[in-house]
């Protein structure tokens, strides 16, 4: 048991002599332990030296192991839903070395990524799409006449949301061989939620205790159950994965591992230690983390929950992340987490707001995208009272294209009637929550990952005049900035440097058309700028107003390119819209 990170390499000479999933088939099985120790050593070594993802891959070394030990990958599919867990799965797939460079730019990327290794059959970094994944090339072999297994590795948070029962409820129509793995943690990201995770934590007891197992709910769907099985002992988990795996028809293998397994301070705070930044240096001085967007966002719910009797915080997963632990213990009775179900989180707003409430649904940008329909059909539509408070929006640095947020304005903004808010700093964030959920109808304030102008704001009752910005700066060059969002400063230091106008448009939907309509009459060049795609943005917006004026000056749109953004901090990624 390992009580803090190594700083320095490990001895891991067994480990070092598995460079792909064939020669750990070579081993006996009583090396299979041994292995496990030297991985979970290096994998404890290698995430302090890069920082990432941490628990979930700690608590999968032994279900790692013996899955490419009877597997014959790559040619049988094997998919980790999410990705969080598949660090071990990297090391043993010929990237051992590779993994020190995980995160950093033309490194290894943070989840499964199909164009980095054959071993990654499928894509993640969002949830609950193993199954159905699984599913469709199990069912592509029987089509084609290969004996080819596809094996599908799911946790208890990830089986909570509605995607992963849809393909569990069609796979038993396929007649195709499919295994899914339950790795059952009792944890996601926040502690699960749900009469799903009551009834796993109830029969697993119950399992332990009298035999009785969780099988009615996957034999009702046609799955043939074996478990609960130890995922972290080789003597039961070995003789279970064989048999499942040898089996025809949908099988499904009920395993139970501890998240952090193997370090004693993530196995006390699976929540704390779901991951981590890299390890500083012993001798540097301790740092003071300043307060985050979210934080703040964190701060103003509460505030703003004690005035109004109608709010009710919703969140699908994503206590922690969107900081609403303080709401959660002060309004239980007004606190949702739905777990990892964005679109019933969505249309459960609508509910809500349909009877009288006031929602306020906490979510990231990148997992708004699974509950689009709901938010035009349920909400939009019936122009329902509803405030979007959208995390992680822009660019979110080492997590990837799977986690940025660069979508959010093109979409949302073609719906009718809906405001977007795109604060500048924490201030503007206080300001805009206050003027969004006074709105009678949607409204959205997206917000970036980590931390702002580190003013210290105050959170007070006061709103801003909707779809009005602010011009900040006069200059004399002909040339005006108009900024939407936060990357204020890199604008406001582009300005400054070249005498430009600095123009903070605050809304991203309705623009202030009278204002650029002033700076139009006394300035001969735009320049707009989002930390946002440029495809259907903020600029995109300010463009097309433009183009029903007779103005003959030119437009810049400063933005995220046509492109998927690759893994790296999200400073360099910002430093990149300004070249």
Partial sequence: MFTEIPSTRPDTPLLNS??????????????????????RAFLLYSVGQTGGHFGAGLGVVELTIALHFLLNTPDDHLIWDVGHQSYPHKILTGRREAL??????????????????QYDAFGTGHSSTSISAA??????????GLKNKSVAVIGDGALTAGMAFEALNHAAHTGADLLVILNDNDMSISPNEGGLATYLAKNLKLANNRGATTAALFEALAFEYHGPVDGNDFNSLLPALSNSLNKAGPQFLHITTIKGKGF??????????????????ITASPKTKPLTYANY????????????????GITPAMREGSDLVAFSQQFPD????????EQHALTFAAGLASAGMKPVVAIYSTFLQRAYDQLIHDIAIQKLDVLLAIDRAGLVGEDGATH?????IAALRCIPDIIIMTPSDEQELLLM???GFHYNGVAAVRYPRGSGSHQHPKITDEQIPIGKGKVLREGKTGIAILNFGALLPESSALAINKGHTLVDMRFAKPIDTTLIDQILSTHHHIITVEDHSIVGGAGSAVAEHIAKKSWNGTIEIKGIADQWIEHSSRTAQIQKIFE
């Fill in 404 to 408: 940025a947020g660069c979508f959010d």
């Fill in 100 to 117: 020190l460079t995980i995160r950093q730019p033309e490194g290894l990327a943070p989840f499964p990524r199909q164009a980095e290794s």
């Fill in 135 to 144: 599913l469709g090339m199990a069912v592509a072999d029987k089509i084609k």
């Fill in 18 to 39: 598995i460079n792909n999933p064939a020669q750990l088939r070579q081993l006996s099985p009583e090396l299979l332990p041994n292995l496990a120790d030297e991985l």
């Fill in 264 to 281: 004693a301070p993530a196995e006390n705070d699976p929540v704390g230690y779901h991951a981590i930044t890299k390890l500083e240096p």
């Fill in 334 to 341: 007004r606190y949702f987490d739905v777990a990892i179900a």
């Fill in 433 to 435: 929550l206050n003027t």
């Fill in 297 to 312: 966002f964190g701060q103003w719910i509460v505030h703003a929950a004690n005035r109004d009797d109608r709010l009710v």
